[in-house]
């Protein structure tokens, strides 16, 4: 055998060594937990026992009702938002119109008032969803872990609405 071989046959033999060390000291059930906090016993034996974790008791249906009340109240500010800014754009459909039809044509403040006013319009839309969809997670956290008695998730959070958000 080669240098390189007996080096793999090596680390291959150790590790072997270190698994059936670990699978001889665990229970199968410890072993097939794999989130399972293990701590050391001194029962005499050596053996490993698992560390009680207390988990929070969550009512379901209280958590079902919160979660239902904002994906509720998000899609109904995403639909005030559409509304908001189709009327801006009606209105900016119907101001160029008259800016054009009009005899002074070539009038740049006119022009430039209708795109502000559009700019401001869609501005303000966008910030009443923004406050609209932070009061829709601000309130569900607060029924959560108030009246439902929860511990969140990391995928419960404002960041996750917010970062799949197409706006």
Not at 14 to 21: H, I, K, P
Not at 44 to 59: F, I, N, Y
Not at 107 to 128: L, M, Q
């Amino acid at each position: 055998m080669t240098t390189t071989q007996n080096l793999i046959l090596a680390v291959v033999g150790s590790a072997c060594v270190a698994l059936s060390a670990f699978f001889l000291t665990t229970s199968p059930a410890q072993a097939a937990e794999p989130n399972a906090k293990i701590m050391m016993t001194k029962k005499g034996t050596g053996s490993l026992t698992k560390a009680s974790t207390s988990r929070p008791v969550v009512d379901r249906s209280c958590m079902q009702d919160a979660v239902n009340t904002r994906e509720t109240s998000i899609k109904n500010a995403f639909s005030a938002y559409t509304n908001s800014v189709l009327a801006a754009l009606d209105q900016r459909v119907t101001a160029f119109a008259s800016v054009w039809s009009g005899t002074e044509v070539s009038n740049s403040n006119t022009y430039r008032t209708v795109w502000n006013t559009w700019k401001k319009a869609n501005s303000e839309a966008r910030k009443k969803l923004n406050s609209d969809r932070e009061t829709a997670w601000k309130t569900y956290r607060e029924i959560a872990t108030k009246t439902c008695k929860a511990t969140l998730p990391k995928e419960e959070t404002a960041k996750q609405d917010a970062g799949t958000s197409a706006i």
